[in-house]
């Protein structure tokens, strides 16, 4: 895809890796979360799925007795 379109993505992701690597984890989820309201599922790009994804696989293996 062209560089602009890119470019919500890479902040996005910047900005949740920032807050989960803060422990901020309720803030990382909404990021992700706002991400897939506000891109709708006919303009998500798969590295925004992915990327949800392994945040939710990640946060089950650090805190196996929460129920996400």
Do not use: C
Not at 9 to 21: H, I, N, P
Not at 40 to 65: C, D, S, Y
Request: a negative charge; charged letters at 30%; zero cysteines.
């Amino acid at each position: 895809p062209p560089r602009s379109t890119l470019f919500p993505y890479t902040t996005l992701f910047r900005s949740a890796r920032f807050e989960e690597k803060h422990n901020y984890i309720q803030s990382a989820r909404r990021i992700y979360e706002r991400a897939v309201e506000f891109f709708g599922e006919e303009n998500m790009e798969e590295t925004l799925i992915i990327a949800f994804a392994k945040f939710e696989e990640n946060q089950r293996e650090v805190r196996p007795h929460i129920t996400i």
